[in-house]
C-alpha cells in the first residue's frame, strides 16, 4: 500500500500509513465494526475519498484476535 501511495502523492504516504495504522487500531477494541463479507472475513474502511482503503479482517473470538489479511487502496481493489 505504501508504495501505491507513494507514487500517486509521495509528500502524503507517511501520513496515510499513520492513518492506516490508527484505523487499524479500533480493530482492537470494536472488532466486529467492519462489515461481513462471509462468514469468516469482514471489511474495514479506512479513510474517504482518494484516501481511502480497504482492510480485510478475520476475528477469533474465542482468543479474541484480529488478523488483517490485507489492507489497499480502494483504487488497488477497483473502487473508483
Do not use: K, N, W
Request: aromatic share 8%; charged share 30%; with cysteine.
Amino acid at each position: 500500500v505504501f508504495e501505491f501511495v507513494a507514487e500517486l502523492e509521495p509528500d502524503r504516504a507517511p501520513d496515510q500509513a499513520q492513518l492506516i495504522l490508527d484505523g487499524l487500531e479500533v480493530l482492537r477494541t470494536h472488532p466486529m465494526i467492519g462489515r461481513p463479507v462471509d462468514q469468516e472475513m469482514r471489511e474495514l474502511v479506512l479513510g474517504s475519498g482518494r484516501r481511502c482503503y480497504l482492510t480485510l479482517y478475520r476475528y477469533f473470538p474465542s482468543t479474541d484476535r484480529v488478523l488483517a489479511l490485507t489492507v489497499r487502496h480502494a483504487r488497488q481493489a477497483g473502487y473508483r
